[in-house]
Nanobody, 116 residues
Framework: QVQLVESGGGLVQPGGSLRLSCVAS????????MGWYSQAPGKQRELVAA???????NYADSVKGRFTISRDNAKNTVYLQMNSLKPEDTGVYYC??????????WGQGTQVTVSS
C-alpha cells in the first residue's frame, strides 16, 4: 500500500504564495504518477497538476503560469508551489498517487484559503 501525507496549507491573502508538500511512504516503487487535486465547497474534486515518473507535467488551465509541481525523489516528496493565489483557488488540496500495483491512493487533504 501507499500512504500519502500532505502539509503546507493555510490562510493567505490574494496574490500570496504557498508551497504544499506530499510525502509518500510504503510501497512507492510502483508509483508512476503523482498529482494534486482541489475540492471547493459544493464542487467536485478537480485535477490541479500532475507529474509522471518520467518528469512530464500537466496543469489545469486555471493554474498555468502560477503553480508549479515538482518532486524530490530522494525525499519521496512532491511539491506544489502556488503563486499569485486567487480567492477561487480556495479549497481542500489532496495529494494523489497512481501505482501499477495498488492503483490510486489519496492523502487526507490540506486546507488552502485565499482571502483578505
Amino acid at each position: 500500500q501507499v500512504q500519502l501525507v500532505e502539509s503546507g496549507g493555510g490562510l493567505v491573502q490574494p496574490g500570496g504564495s504557498l508551497r504544499l508538500s506530499c510525502v509518500a511512504s510504503g510501497s512507492i516503487g510502483s508509483i508512476y504518477r503523482m498529482g494534486w487535486y482541489s475540492q471547493a465547497p459544493g464542487k467536485q474534486r478537480e485535477l490541479v497538476a500532475a507529474i509522471s515518473s518520467g518528469g512530464s507535467t500537466n496543469y489545469a488551465d486555471s493554474v498555468k503560469g502560477r503553480f508549479t509541481i515538482s518532486r524530490d525523489n530522494a525525499k519521496n516528496t512532491v511539491y506544489l508551489q502556488m503563486n499569485s493565489l486567487k480567492p477561487e483557488d480556495t479549497g481542500v488540496y489532496y495529494c494523489n498517487s497512481v501505482s501499477s500495483r495498488y492503483g490510486s491512493s489519496w492523502g487526507q487533504g490540506t486546507q488552502v484559503t485565499v482571502s483578505s
